[in-house]
């Protein structure tokens, strides 16, 4: 017997990814990611499901600070080596085409955040809060943590003002949602982020390069082609073929 695959492809290859708005290499790692999915359009039909995590969910609501003071204060690093580290970010970026702040921005507690992208998901605008919160993060001057910039990038992401607010107040609002995907990632040995995880199968860590991302999509496409096994018999066996049939 010998197995051959056929090549119809059923159902997509969905990417799990779990980031944060606050982690710079989940916007540098997204960007080259979607290179690779757009390297392989109608070859490889991928479905991105994002997903919750916090870099710093012990911070308090409304506790906000420049990206270089908290960075010197988590680190132990020099106010000379953050800001560098900072200004090397800013280039990685700009190679992937993103626009990125170097200096002046905020750092704080990510929750609410993540609490209006499990809303966004939900209204189908999930890529599209993602990217908005993404650029008003590090490409924009004005702090995402402040409450009226949330909601202005928010609607200008497609949701509505009214719902985005009452998820604001609610501060029950999609909690478990958060929480559950910070449980998964944690289930599954992930204590950074980005972390992708590919069909279910693959897991990938950090802001890998463009290439590396399409190799694994390539490889777990290949494997998702279902298969069939050919039974041979008879060499002689009567078939028809393209010059017709054999009587």
């Excluded at 990038?153 to 999609?174: F, H």
């Excluded at 990938?204 to 463009?210: D, F, I, K, L, R």
């Excluded at 096994?229 to 060499?235: L, P």
Aim: glycine residues 8%.
């Amino acid at each position: 017997m010998e197995a051959s695959t056929v090549g119809e492809f059923v159902e997509k290859l969905r990417v799990d990814i779990w980031s944060d708005i606050a982690c710079p290499w989940c916007y540098v790692g997204k960007a080259r990611f979607d290179k690779a999915v757009q390297q392989l359009e109608g070859k490889v039909d991928v479905e991105v499901r994002h997903r919750s995590f916090e870099l710093d969910p012990h911070r308090e609501p409304g506790d906000t600070a420049p990206v270089v003071d908290m960075l010197v204060k988590k680190y132990g690093m020099s106010r000379a080596q953050a800001q560098a580290g900072e200004y090397r970010l800013k280039d990685l970026a700009k190679a992937e085409d993103l626009d990125y702040q170097a200096e002046g921005r905020d750092h704080g507690n990510t929750f609410d955040l993540h609490r209006i992208l499990h809303l966004a998901s939900e209204r189908g605008l999930e890529a599209e809060a993602w990217q908005a919160f993404y650029v008003a993060n590090f490409a924009d001057e004005a702090s995402i943590f402040d409450r009226q910039r949330v909601i202005d990038v928010a609607v200008g992401a497609g949701l509505d003002k009214d719902e985005v607010v009452a998820v604001l107040d609610e501060p029950e609002a999609y909690r478990e949602a958060v929480r559950a995907d910070e449980a998964e990632a944690a289930a599954l040995g992930a204590t950074g982020v980005p972390f992708f995880v590919v069909d279910e199968k693959y897991g990938v860590s950090g802001a890998q390069p463009t290439e590396l991302f399409a190799e694994v999509l390539e490889k777990a496409w290949r494997e998702k082609q279902p298969a069939i096994t050919t039974i041979s018999g008879a060499e002689d066996a009567e078939a028809c073929g393209p010059d017709g049939c054999e009587i």
